[in-house]
């Protein structure tokens, strides 16, 4: 079971933020200073609806010029473009958005994604070679290449000129490309610097056409591109904000208008619906589905997916992908099982570490997630190989894991990552010491904190504000995801009317709450357990999210709990 977490309402907003909004509800206002929006005019842009939405001017970023230069050069001398991508979710989706796009404007393109087992993550000298042979002269790099300065320079050596497009931290020594686009570079005036790899790929189709007046290149649309756009941001987990808040949000809307079948067919085999797919339906739904393929095989099953406008071939790729995500399902539960198991003895340990050649590189970073949420410890599981040894972290938010693998850099073939999820390769002869050396850097950061999971809660509600008006509100903070999740409400002092244990081990809590006048539906996912305390008390603190629940074609408002306790007050 994962660790309780602690309550914590966040601090209320001054007194003049709440004069500046007078127009919203109360707990709109608290909602927006939480998430950092203390600005009218950027509290109405994030409220407003996507027709009022525009983008930030792609020409900003720095070498964009650049590579639209060569790009249309490349398309006049009919030149073979290679793309070349990471094989998640951003990677595969930016790769065939840029093939998509090239191939509109008449260029021929090799999508390239490596295969994770056999050639890991980012460019590599063999592929570049193949490439080349294969009669590419000009690589475009996307969601990877910030980090490849030896793989860019043997790709000149080899006759090619580079294109990197990424987004990742920005290493000492840049590659020497004809262009690097990263929004993360110091010298880089464009101000929307949390893009994904997917975002990036979009602006720089939108630099094509918005540099060059009325050609065929400036008729294409880029948007058309947006149902890409959403499924990479969201599942790579970018900060939904500024302009990434904008690209979702219009991209839902071309996701459940898609007409892709790739996407159709996906979406009809996972048993969604197109017009109801949101952020929720991204993350833990489609993104798995994508991610399976380079996970368990190769993650161009998931590629040709989205770029076949075959019907037949999207209904066998699609039945592919979910084969794919069972057998993901399956190994992952079995790893997590196991992980758990040699981890018990280990979690009073500032940062768990375990290896083993039975642990898939696929579902490295799955495994390590399910620790963190487990023992809310920095997690690293690692397969280990006769020489080389591949791990995935995932950490809390008290500790910097890349921060940390940064301490031990003399000791990897190569890491990256960000703040609380990174990736390393080290020699088995070094992975003692690196164990032992990140342990070490974690007690020395972590000592004397009460590490404990937050249950951080946005704002107070009475139970009898809980109505369709104040829905409607909180439902216009969306689109949901990292950055700005969905609001979590307290309500104090509610009473239990009514209440049973339903799901298969009656390990889910269904209730009837009421102020004595009402009454509101509630459900509580795996609150089994707090059944005991509420026959005790009928009185409970309630954190929860709000939800539209539909049953016999009726719609009814509903309280997703998040957290339940006795009330105190």
Known sequence: MPRPRRWQLLPRAPAEHFQRFQHLPGFVAQILHNRGICDPQVANDFLSGPEALSFGDPLELKDVDKAVSR????????????????????????????????????????????????????????????????????????????????????????GMDVIVTDHHHVPLELPLALAVIDPKQSDCRYPHKELAGVGLAFKVIQAMTESLGATPVAAMDPNQYLDLVALGTVADLAPLIGENRKLVKLGLLALNDTERPGLQEMILKARLQLGQLDTYAISFILGPRLNAAGRIESALTSLNLLLTDSLEQARELAESLETLNQERQRLTSSAVDKAKNEVHELADDALLLIAGEDYPAGIVGLVANKLVEEFYRPSIVVEKGALHCRGSARSIPEFDIVSALDECQDLLLGHGGHRQAAGFTVTADNLPLLRSRLLEIARRQLFGLDLQPTLYLDALLELNQVTWENYDWISRLAPYGYGNPQPILLSRRARVKDYRLVGTNGNHLKLKLTDGRLTWDAIGFRLGDKAREIALNPWVDLAYTLEINEWNGAKTLRLNLRGIRPSTS
């Open 71 to 158: 790009l249309l050069q490349a398309l006049d001398r009919q030149e073979i473009i290679a793309v070349y991508g990471d094989f998640d979710v951003d990677g595969i989706t930016a790769v065939a958005l840029l093939t998509l796009a090239l191939r509109e404007l008449g260029a021929t393109v090799i999508p390239y994604i490596p295969h994770r087992v056999d050639e890991g993550y980012g460019l590599n000298t063999q592929a570049l070679e193949n490439l080349r042979a294969e009669g590419a002269s000009l690589v475009v790099t996307v969601d990877c290449g910030i980090g490849s300065p030896a793989e860019v320079a043997h790709a000149n050596r080899l």
